[in-house]
């Protein structure tokens, strides 16, 4: 048996008679075959070639590369891989062919074989005349089935590697559960206290993206959500305790300034606050619970996005552990907000659970960011905390995890089971002992 150093050497001494040869056993007439004919040379075994791997690009990320953006493959060891453009995230998965692939550099196609001048014409793919091109190719074959023509031109080409498996791309939702964890041990309580924090744990936006598996566009947008603040180039979460504080200073202004609530002064804001609160913190804050309402000499007013505002109140006071009256409890809450704003029970939803068939009726804290990050445990704890829920009570604590092809009622009849209350469908565990 020949080695493979052994079949290299015999394939560089291929000849012109050789070929015709293979070319009459394969039954092939030399007049349907053009002037060049291309030798495959598989690597000597020093010198093949195994860091290459092959990746199936669909044509947004052959766009992408074409444009000379780059494509970033994140995972740590525990983690599948993705492969991140500049605004989307794709899932990295190894697939099995059942051809082997054979990569060959400077291989040439049917239109380029038929001599100099077509070769030369066909430098890029032309799909509306490359039949044409091939069929000048043939026309030009230099050799008939007698020999009577001049021998066949030989080109070897070298076989770079063999494949047997390729990686597949689809487009996933980012991963995004990491960064609250990442972002935790230097949490922001204040100028006070940053004696305490581990400076060495501090992130910037370069350390995050190393670390979180998401595109710079999705990971940009997700800092925003979780409501991070870039202090001194290093992005932070606020304490609760340290966010109340700041967003109490800020709402008491309204009433010492006996402001609408449509006509609140940035301006005068920052000024009052700046002895108090860190400017980084102020920006961010104003940022997250504020919208521009009108201009008035041309002074920009905002208004506090009362949704929010009434939420986190609700929040500061659900913090406590047990459950409370709930009659009280609304009671205590509409006190909370600024005069003006309105509470409203829907604003409980993803941040607590209510008990109505109690007597008194309760409502607990029960925050969709304490829930398990795998799915299937966090439906336990679910139904753990409350055996049936209706669709709009158990979204917030499950949307996350929705895709296109997969809504939040398609993750309710594959993780529980449905059951009509009172005329009302309502969901609960699926294997109920």
Request: glycine share 2%; aromatic share 10%; charged share 30%.
């Amino acid at each position: 048996m020949h080695n493979m150093d052994e079949n290299r050497a015999e394939y560089c001494q291929r000849t012109p008679e050789d070929i015709r040869k293979v070319i009459k056993i394969a039954k092939l007439h030399e007049s349907e075959l053009t002037d060049i004919t291309q030798v495959l040379m598989f690597p000597e075994s020093t010198s093949r070639n195994d860091n290459l791997r092959l990746l199936q690009l669909d044509d947004i990320l052959l766009k992408e590369i074409e444009a000379g953006n780059n494509l970033v493959f994140k995972g740590e060891l525990d983690e599948n891989v993705v492969l991140c453009t500049e605004n989307k995230t794709y899932d990295v998965k190894e697939a099995e062919t059942s051809n082997s692939l054979l990569l060959v550099p400077n291989l040439l196609y049917a239109a380029s074989t038929g001599g100099v001048e077509a070769a030369n014409n066909s430098t890029e793919w032309d799909s509306d005349n490359s039949f044409d091109k091939s069929n000048n190719s043939l026309n030009k074959s230099n050799e008939s089935d007698d020999g009577t023509r001049e021998p066949r031109k030989i080109e070897f080409k070298d076989v770079v590697n063999t494949f047997f498996t390729y990686y597949e791309l689809k487009p996933c939702k980012p991963r995004l559960s990491k960064l609250r964890k990442i972002l935790e041990p230097t949490v922001y309580k204040g100028p006070e206290l940053e004696y305490a924090v581990d400076k060495t744990k501090l992130l910037d936006f370069a350390a995050i993206f190393e670390q979180v598996q998401a595109s710079q566009a999705e990971l940009e947008a997700e800092l925003d959500k979780i409501e991070a603040v870039k202090i001194d180039e290093y992005y932070r979460l606020l304490e609760f305790d340290y966010e109340f504080r700041v967003l109490s200073y800020m709402l008491d202004l309204i009433e010492e300034n006996s402001w609408p609530l449509n006509k609140i002064s940035k301006e005068i804001t920052f000024d009052s606050l700046k002895d108090l609160v860190p400017q980084s913190v102020l920006e961010a804050m104003f940022r997250y619970y504020t919208v521009d309402t009108y201009k008035e000499d041309d002074t920009q007013y905002y208004q506090y996005k009362q949704d929010k505002v009434c939420q986190f109140l609700a929040r500061v006071l659900l913090k406590s552990a047990g459950k409370f009256n709930y009659v009280e409890f609304l009671q205590a809450w509409r006190d909370s907000v600024p005069e003006g704003m309105v509470t409203d029970e829907s604003l409980l939803l993803g941040i607590a659970l209510i008990d109505k068939s109690s007597t008194p009726q309760v409502v607990w804290g029960f925050s969709e960011s304490d829930l398990p990050d795998d799915i299937n445990e966090r439906f336990k704890t679910l139904f753990r905390s409350k055996a049936k829920w209706t669709v709009k009570e158990i979204s917030p604590y499950i949307e996350s995890y929705a895709t296109e092809k997969l809504n939040v009622n398609a993750l309710l009849t594959k993780y529980a089971r449905a059951s009509t209350q009172d005329g009302v469908r309502v969901f609960s565990a699926k294997h109920m002992k």
